[in-house]
């Protein structure tokens, strides 16, 4: 059973559209991060949410974290060819080890 | 930013051997490393968390026979995978967490990963 959802799971879009991707569970964290990845590389940090509510914004990404601690949702404006990856939104419960969500596969056509 | 390497990058090895992976964090100590294993366009699973000066915690379902880890100093975790085989092609990804990370942000920072292929 996996403890993190994300939808969608595969997202093909054109440049310049805006896209958002959804990371739901029914547990709490103490904070979310996502990442991205791009083949044969590992993650990269893009943003750490520590509280309920909170909104951050990278450029033309926007992060929230839900009220309740348990959703985030990361928003791309005017996507470009260069946001194409993996997006990973992973959970902190507390026992150290992060919690990834399933993963959602962003490609943006040019 | 944090930094953390991983060596090799890739290897290819015949079954039935050995292989060591290693982890680095370059320019912080990290008490508590993090073994991934990553299959083709899927999300990363989490194989076990090293703590530095002990013993390793390994997920259910995990060998930990096959899957040696040491985690010998506050820079360096290695990942040996004993007696290779075909199956166990994949790509492997270490994280290191902060010595001083706080509890609630559990900032992690990955490796490059490394492409084991066993013929």
Known sequence: TQLLEQSPQFLSIQEGENLTVYCNSSSVFSSLQWYRQEP???PVLLVTVVTGGEVKKLKRLTFQ???ARKDSSLHITAAQPGDTGLYLCAGNTGRRALT???GTRLQVQP | GAVVSQHPSRVICKSGTSV???CRSL???ATTMFW???FPKKSLMLMATSNEGSKATYEQGVEKDKFLINHASLTLSTLTVTSAHPEDSSFYICSARPATSGARTDTQYFGPGTRLTVL
């Open chain 2, 36 to 38: 991934y294993r990553q």
């Open chain 2, 27 to 29: 320019d912080f100590q």
């Open chain 1, 40 to 42: 044969g590389e590992g």
């Open chain 1, 65 to 67: 974290f839900g009220d």
């Open chain 2, 20 to 22: 060591k992976i290693e």
């Open chain 1, 100 to 102: 990834f969500g399933s």
